[in-house]
């Protein structure tokens, strides 16, 4: 099965970007569909986007589409989640999953890292 590994969160103010990072271990990432998932305080997991196997094809919740830019370098077993004109409310744990089957609108997944924590202060 394969290990995710989160990085790239941390603090930053209102406005600014974070690139986050997705390292795929045991098995290569281009057999997997991967999204991006967050978490708040105190609030049910959300859906943030995803990405094709090939990724060709990508899906983004309305809350961050325009913002926020899911891409993956299978080749390096990463998939990336780019962030830009970050809002307080985007402050969560971010995790990335990934999934064997194609279907970007399904958003049960099979395999999830730990989260990295995302503060955007005001």
């Known amino acids: 099965q394969v290990q995710l590994v989160e990085s790239g969160g941390g603090l930053v103010q209102a406005g600014d970007s974070l690139r986050l990072s997705c390292a795929a271990s045991g098995r290569t990432v281009s057999m997997y569909t991967v999204g991006w998932f967050r978490q708040a305080p105190g609030r049910e997991r959300e859906f943030v986007a995803a990405?094709?196997?090939?990724?060709?094809?990508?899906y983004y919740a309305e809350s961050v589409k325009g913002r926020f830019t899911i891409s993956r370098e299978n080749a390096k077993n990463t998939v990336f989640l780019q962030m830009n004109s970050l809002k307080s409310e985007d402050t969560a744990v971010y995790y990335c999953?990934?999934?064997?089957?194609?279907?970007?609108?399904?958003?049960?997944?099979?395999?999830w890292g730990q989260g990295t924590q995302v503060t955007v202060s005001s």
């Open positions: 990405i094709s196997k090939s990724g060709s094809s990508t």
């Open positions: 999953a990934a999934k064997f089957s194609p279907l970007l609108l399904d958003r049960q997944y099979d395999y």
